[in-house]
């Protein structure tokens, strides 16, 4: 990410409702830069977050992993880190669940910013919790939403 | 047929400069065609046909009008293993004019045939030849950079290098692989060389004296050398299938105020589009963000569609073969004529030449082309019964795109 993207993303998160000791930028003079973001849910349960900044970060779609808890688990107790198209997620790294945010068609890096992925991730949260009440997938809440 | 000898004008100058009166060369003829083509050194683009020896000699004006019986003479002087195989001489003269004049023959054991020579010009005389719309050389200082050498960027590459563009650079890291082999421009007997030397020899062979610079580099991890490459040139063409890359062109056309053209084909080929980035206008990004924007490139690779998450993880094999769907060729060719008609209009800007008044014309930023009545393009009129000019098949349609006023990649 170059200093001006790095400028505005900060500009994008510093005026919207995602309070500053939630989120830190790390290692960012590295060759692995991300973003780790608490995010706390309807049900004021905390989760901690990684958005991963290192492959070309905006220009590729980044990707997002819940780093705590760690491993997420479905209702039932099983793996979320395989992909799966119902519970919108990706192959998991390092035993850390991988979110589907952004799709490759919708993805528009000039348009949308760190601060939107955390939104999206938030819903993703949410309709987790979802399931983890009714054991019925995401997919099934999600659809209708433009997800 | 009587048997023709091509030489080489600049190897015969330098020959005769060295002072040296008799030196070898290697000939190449494709058998039993009779056509030979004979080198002092080593070309730059690796010769075709089957190799034979040869031999130079310098006549004086008398040797030269008996320049059958100096050939004898050098063949019955060669060594027995030499005359294994069919050797082509070559008697030469320079005139007080410092005119070179030739004369050539096959020499196979008894028997000596001389054969018509040829010749192929050097530098300034080959422009001469291609005099017509374009000013001679006028495109010949010009700076072409062409990030990918697929079906999209080689043709390109060689379509620039005929209407006479003298500079280019090339970046690719790929190699020529089978599944390419029925769309590209290169053929089997290339397989698992590097794109960036299949093209620069292939630029080479339709002009000689280009200068090709190439780079086997991944973009998005030279950044640096990127930019670089951008600056030196009069225009970028963008024909990478990696949304990461083209961003990072588009940043750097963006910051440097230069010239881009960005063509794709999309899914199956059904159609393409061109995109013209240049100072003040939309940029890549802005294009990508309109809704105008049909995001589904052409796949023609699983494994790399699914490093590249458009195909998504969790579609199955067997679904992700279905979405490569690699069009035709001739699917492709129509984008990239339209990519160099829009090349040769930029390089040509500010130029006098007869291709000029089609800068009146091309003046749209984006333009979309469609090739069948499917998938985004099934809405489509049919085009052999449209008497409301609706949109249609097989023809270019230009598009004022706006510039994203809130376009984080170009606003000011
Ligand atoms: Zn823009």
């Known amino acids: 990410m170059t200093n001006e993207r790095y400028q505005i993303e900060l500009g994008v998160l510093q005026n919207s409702t995602i309070k500053p000791k939630q989120y830190r930028f790390m290692d960012m003079n590295t060759s692995h830069p991300y973003l780790a973001v608490a995010i706390q849910t309807n049900s004021l349960r905390c989760y901690v977050v990684k958005i991963d900044l290192s492959d070309n970060y905006p220009y590729n779609i980044p990707k997002v992993f819940i780093t705590s808890p760690k491993p997420l688990l479905t209702r039932s107790g099983g793996s979320m880190l395989s992909p799966s198209h119902s519970m919108h997620t990706l192959a998991g790294e390092n035993g850390c669940v991988r979110v589907c945010h952004y799709g490759h068609a919708d993805w528009a890096p000039n348009r949308i910013t760190l601060y939107q992925i955390i939104i999206k991730v938030r819903i993703w949260l949410e309709m987790y919790e979802c399931h983890l009440k009714t054991g019925r997938t995401l997919d099934e809440f999600l659809k209708g939403a433009a997800y | 047929m009587e048997p023709i000898v091509y030489l080489y004008q600049n190897h015969l100058q330098e020959f005769w400069n060295s002072g040296q009166a008799q030196c070898f060369g290697a000939a190449f003829e494709w058998k039993g065609e009779q056509v030979y083509h004979v080198y002092l050194k080593y070309p730059q683009v690796a010769p075709t046909g089957y190799s034979m020896p040869c031999l130079f000699r310098v006549v004086d004006q008398a040797g030269y009008e008996r320049a059958d019986d100096e050939a004898a003479a050098v063949y019955r002087d060669l060594p027995s293993e030499a005359r294994r195989v069919p050797v082509v001489i070559v008697c030469i003269r320079v005139e007080a004019d410092n005119r070179v004049k030739s004369r050539a023959f096959i020499v196979d054991g008894e028997q000596q045939v001389e054969a018509a020579v040829k010749y192929v010009p050097r530098r300034s005389e080959l422009y001469t030849r291609s005099k017509g719309l374009l000013e001679v050389g006028a495109l010949e200082e010009k700076k072409v950079l062409i990030v990918g050498l697929g079906s999209g960027g080689a043709p390109i590459a060689v379509e620039l290098a005929k209407a006479g563009v003298g500079h280019f650079i090339l970046i690719d890291f790929d190699r020529i692989e089978l599944h390419n082999i029925s769309r590209h421009i290169c053929g089997v007997n290339e397989l698992g060389r590097l794109k960036v030397n299949a093209v620069k020899d292939a630029i080479l062979l339709k002009n000689p004296y280009a200068q090709v610079e190439t780079l086997a580099i ?195």
Not at chain 2, 306 to 322: F, H, K, M
């Open chain 2, 218 to 412: 991944d973009i998005n991890r030279h950044l640096d050398e990127l930019e670089r490459c951008i600056a030196e040139s009069d225009l970028t063409i963008v024909a990478t299938d990696e949304y990461a890359s083209r961003y990072n062109i588009n940043a750097r056309l963006v910051k440097l105020g230069k010239v881009g053209l960005f063509g794709r084909a999309v899914t199956r080929a059904e159609g393409g589009d061109i995109l013209r980035v240049r100072p003040g206008g939309p940029c890549y990004a802005c294009l990508t963000g309109n809704p105008i924007y049909h995001q589904n490139d052409e796949i023609t690779d699983v494994r790399r569609a699914r490093e590249l998450g458009i195909i998504p993880a969790y579609v199955s094999d067997e679904d992700a073969n279905a979405m490569v769907q690699v069009g035709l060729s001739t699917d492709i060719a129509p984008i990239n004529n339209m990519m160099v008609k829009l090349a040769l209009n930029e390089l040509s800007r500010g130029i006098e030449c007869g291709i000029s008044s089609l800068l009146e014309e091309l003046t749209y930023d984006y333009y979309i082309w469609a090739n069948r009545r499917d998938y985004q393009f099934a809405n489509w009129a049919p085009f052999n019964n449209n008497p409301k000019r609706h949109l249609t098949i097989l023809r270019w349609y230009g598009v004022k795109l706006k510039k994203d006023a809130e376009c984080m990649e170009c606003r000011q």
